[in-house]
């Protein structure tokens, strides 16, 4: 746990430890943004600056987030201020978030992502749900509506104007041909799935009504 390291570091480990200047801490020192665990009051002595590993691993973070995703040094005050209550656990052992170069947090209770300055919510998309719809909503829309089943139709679109069973692409003719192969009316859908019964007795009379005509 970060609670039980006691190690100390000088100014100079930190900077090499957290990519962060001299400068840089100093700068946050003096303008209270960021202060050392241990420091003399005269901040010209040396090693007046000793910093904690917690110290550390919040620097660490701090530099993570100006440096590769170019969150403003303003913000992070902003940050700093609003969730002042974390007090040095904002840095070490919250999980943070960056969407546009802000910081977003779980709020508390809810657990939902929030900027952790104007309190904005961040909308999660939730692909599994989505992934599900669309594959449900696919298998019925190769489904076959209720209203077509036992029914024959004819489209200049399908199978250039022949008899077809409703919703498929099946002839009618098709099944006559199966038919008079000596095929059973079980085989005949065996052949093919999606016909019930009463669109292959359909297709079989549509077919003898032609024949007589």
């Known amino acids: 746990m970060i609670g039980n390291v006691t190690t100390a570091f000088s100014e100079a480990s930190v900077?090499?430890?957290?990519g962060l200047t001299s400068a840089q801490l100093r700068y946050w020192d003096k303008t209270g943004f960021f202060a050392p665990e241990y420091a003399d009051e005269d901040r010209r002595m040396p090693f007046s600056r000793i910093?904690?590993?917690k110290n550390v691993v919040g620097l660490r973070t701090l530099g993570l987030l100006r440096r590769q995703h170019n969150v403003s040094l303003q913000h992070l005050r902003q940050v700093a201020e609003t969730l002042s209550h974390l007090e040095d656990e904002l840095w070490t052992?919250?999980?943070l978030y960056v969407l546009n170069r802000r910081v977003i947090v779980h709020e508390p209770g809810s657990g939902r992502l929030r900027d952790a300055v104007n309190g904005q919510y961040v909308l999660g998309i939730p692909l599994k749900k989505i992934v599900a719809d669309t594959k449900r909503d696919a298998e019925r829309l190769l489904q076959r509506p209720e209203t077509k089943i036992g029914k024959i139709e004819q489209s200049r679109r399908v199978l250039r104007n022949s008899p077809v069973i409703?919703?498929?692409r099946i002839p009618t003719a098709a099944v006559r041909r199966y038919k008079e192969a000596g095929f059973t009316v079980e085989q005949i859908i065996a052949e093919y799935p999606d016909l019930t019964a009463d669109d292959v007795e359909a297709a079989l009379k549509f077919e003898e009504n032609s024949a007589a005509a």
């Open 15 to 18: 900077e090499r430890l957290t």
């Open 51 to 53: 910093y904690s590993f």
């Open 93 to 95: 052992r919250t999980t």
């Open 166 to 168: 409703a919703g498929t």
